[in-house]
């Protein structure tokens, strides 16, 4: 099986990754793992060997149990964050993520509302945009009330703490 697109780079990493856009009822599905005090789109990394495309109706029918097809492409952000998982606690991560909107089936459930990660329990969870608890990426809250027909692109660079 193909390798996760994260590779070392002097003392971080580089990181490839998709996220999906599933919306219904004025939510958004996200994910947590229990341990940590935000919520992060369904999604993962791109293999190499894959396009982004097809990692990321790979990863919602992993998480989800549900193929989807693909809407459109939304946002590429261009990251920069320090790790908080034990593989990678404190490292500097340079991170390309691509975010799709996904076309919704009328009905629409997940087949489980958990899955495992790399070992590791994660839980999906419908979430009102205007929910007090953080998301990442943290423009979804604001850039998905009123969504354009366009692609956005956003750096999120943690050194700095700003998002341009």
Not at 84 to 104: A, C, Q, T, W
Request: negative net charge; proline residues 5%.
């Amino acid at each position: 099986m193909a390798k996760d697109m994260t590779v070392p780079c002097e003392d971080g990493l580089i990181s490839v990754r998709v996220g999906a856009i599933i919306m219904k009822d004025g939510k958004i599905l996200m994910v947590s793992n229990g341990k940590n005090d935000y919520l992060y789109t369904v999604g993962g990394r791109v293999k190499f060997g894959e396009t982004a495309e097809e990692a990321i109706v790979r990863e919602v029918e992993e998480e989800t149990g549900v193929r989807m097809e693909i809407d459109r492409l939304g946002f590429v952000n261009e990251n920069y964050f320090y790790g908080d998982v034990p593989s990678n606690m404190g490292k500097l991560i340079y991170e390309m993520s691509y975010y799709f909107y996904m076309k919704v089936p009328e009905g629409y459930s997940p087949a489980s509302n958990v899955f495992l990660e790399e070992g590791n329990k994660e839980f999906l969870e419908w979430v009102p945009l205007d929910t007090p608890v953080t998301m990442y990426p943290t423009f979804f809250k604001s850039e998905l009330q009123h969504p354009e027909q366009l692609v956005k692109f956003f750096t999120t660079d943690e050194r700095k703490k700003e998002i341009t």
